[in-house]
């Protein structure tokens, strides 16, 4: 494909980078395309993304519409077979902001004045559209082939919520139709796993902006999920040693100016509160109070480690635009747990969380991710604790573990916390990009700020090392993850629902509630149906919406033979068995964690 540069020259595209032009190119069309929609409208940026593009529009008071974007899509789309030639050229700074201020572009004219007096102005035109911009683009209009609008959403100018909040439009380019129809497979897709959906069929969760966006609510089946995960982390928790604790969800701000949290974190932490002269805040996360706890007492040597957990409530605020449902929320609850070690116990504990990492992924059938040794950026001073020599010891330190575990990883610049390097263990769920599900991190920093100490075997004090460490990550988000990898359909020990028990009508009603007790009796969680619909649309219902592993279908030959008609949900089969060897094989499958 051929493109041509700022400078006015043509050249042949290298192959690794024909989409991103692609998708660059595809954001100035689109911008024509609203431009003569929309003669008044301002254009702030118009980047390529990893998956498409967006431009950021000032439309004043105008709100667009589904068919808006439809229209801006076959406007789009008459570009192209316009074949408009791309042609470029460079001005000098004040001719530039003389062009940008001719033609009413505030936004484009403010970014030539944040750009250094040095910098060369270069520009793009296709047809009546002119944009500043660096390219290189496509030569043609018609090049691009395969595209799509996908929606709106708001933006800031230069990203700050001080500025004017502007009209974000994204779109998706690639090479070929095929790709584009597997995108829109996979569009499909995300919609069928979603949590939210899911969540709302099920009767899992719930939220209201009457009691705020961010806040979900579990509803009981949800949360009868919810205690199975807690029940399931924390019984894996106590036989490797760890001791549960329980903390307040508010702390002063004082705690969090000794942990550093309010210097580095303050902006993702909800405004103080001011009780009879104090400062309180809803705590982000739970290091703090677990630091207090360690204090709290003299150690020795001989203690350690202390593995202290929690499942504790967190609080952050996010943007109500980055809010998705229980996957990100404005509270949740962290499978949290510090471990408070000596340095020659680094290795060994680091380990053994692994361990734990993966042996959970196990029970869960998760088998498709990556680790990742998370680093700071030297460069950031900002963002991370000012101490060479602690980060280089910690960077070591953790580094040298997962070679001696031969852990396969990668190292990230720039994604540590602000106090120490971390292992972080990203999944790749069915749909959608990777994120972190667990993370070890090794910190040498807060223990050294709350001043923690222990008496080494000689009777000096010393300093213990933490390892904080979440397997789980989030309970909630885990549950997003886990919903949206099975569909909701959940293995059996972790079914909100296990067993449905169907009567196919009143005639057969007492033996299914004779079925159902002694199915409760068992400590099987089970529901009988005792509606006046027919059968089938009670099996749809369950298998469909309560997505119950086992249906059983109980009619008159069931209840003159006294056995069940087992249904089962994965693979719609019924087979006929006793009450005790249903019994048996649901209780197997939850004891083994049947997945």
Not at 250 to 276: C, D, I, Q, R
Not at 415 to 429: C, H, S
């Amino acid at each position: 494909m051929k493109i041509i540069y700022k400078d006015g020259t043509v050249g042949e595209c290298p192959s690794e980078e024909v989409t991103h032009v692609l998708r660059h190119s595809a954001a100035h069309i689109m911008a024509q395309a609203i431009q003569r929609l929309y003669p008044d409208a301002d254009f702030a940026y118009g980047p390529a993304t990893e998956r498409g593009f967006y431009y950021d529009v000032d439309l004043g008071d105008q709100k667009l519409s589904d068919e808006d974007l439809e229209n801006i899509e076959k406007e789009m789309r008459k570009i192209a077979k316009e074949n408009l030639p791309f042609k470029s050229f460079i001005l000098p700074r004040e001719e530039a902001v003389a062009l940008m201020r001719e033609r009413g572009a505030k936004y484009k004219e403010e970014h030539i004045g944040d750009l250094p007096p040095e910098a060369e102005i270069s520009f793009f035109q296709q047809g009546d559209y002119i944009d500043m911009c660096v390219g290189p683009h496509i030569t043609y209009t018609k090049a691009l082939k395969a595209f799509k609008i996908t929606g709106q959403s708001g933006a800031y100018w230069k990203n700050d919520a001080k500025n004017k909040m502007l009209t974000r439009i994204n779109g998706v380019a690639f090479q070929t139709q095929d790709e584009l129809a597997e995108y829109e497979r996979q569009v499909e897709e995300a919609k069928a796993r979603d949590h939210r959906k899911i969540g709302k069929e099920m009767s899992l969760f719930m939220s209201d902006d009457l009691v705020g966006k961010g806040l979900p609510m579990f509803l009981p089946k949800g949360y009868t999920l919810w205690q199975e995960l807690e029940n399931y982390i924390k019984e894996k928790e106590r036989k490797l040693g760890y001791e549960h604790v329980m903390t307040p969800c508010v702390g002063t701000v004082a705690l969090y100016e000794t942990s550093g949290h309010w210097a580095h974190y303050k902006e993702n932490m909800f405004p103080a509160m001011e009780v009879e002269g104090e400062r309180f805040v809803l705590r982000p996360m739970n290091c703090p109070h677990h630091m207090m706890i360690y204090a709290n007492r003299q150690h020795s040597y001989r203690e350690l480690p202390i593995r202290i957990g929690e499942i504790a409530h967190d609080f952050r605020f996010e943007s109500s635009g980055t809010l998705k449902g229980i996957e990100r929320g404005r509270h949740f609850c962290q499978n949290d747990a510090h471990l408070f070690v000596t340095p020659d116990q680094i290795e060994d504990e680091v380990g053994r969380v692994v361990d734990l990492i993966f042996d959970v992924y196990k029970d869960f059938g998760i088998e498709n991710y990556r680790c990742v040794l998370s680093l700071r950026d030297p460069e950031d001073t900002e963002k991370y604790h000012p101490d060479d020599e602690m980060w280089n010891k910690a960077e070591d330190a953790l580094r040298r573990v997962l070679d001696d575990l031969k852990i396969d990883y990668t190292e990230e610049i720039g994604e540590a916390a602000f106090y120490g390097p971390k292992l972080d263990v990203n999944v790749k769920p069915a749909v959608g990009a990777e994120y972190t599900l667990s993370t070890c991190q090794l910190d040498f920093c807060l223990p050294a700020k709350f001043d923690l100490k222990y008496t080494d075997s000689e009777g000096n004090e010393q300093t213990p090392v933490v390892l904080h460490r979440a397997i789980l990550g989030s309970l909630d988000r885990f549950m997003a993850y886990i919903i949206e990898e099975t569909k909701g359909k959940f293995p059996v020990w972790l079914a909100p629902l296990q067993v449905k028990v169907l009567p196919v009508s009143d005639k057969t009603m007492e033996y299914a509630t004779e079925i159902n007790e002694a199915i409760e009796n068992a400590g099987i969680r089970t529901q009988l149906d005792t509606r006046n619909e027919k059968i089938g649309y009670k099996i749809r219902e369950a298998q469909q919406v309560d997505r119950a592993p086992y249906m059983l279908v109980i009619g008159a030959k069931e209840a003159e033979n006294k056995n069940v008609s087992v249904r089962s949900r994965d693979t719609g089969e019924t087979t006929e068995m006793t009450l005790e060897e249903f019994v048996s094989k649901v209780k197997n499958e939850i004891e083994t964690k049947a997945h």
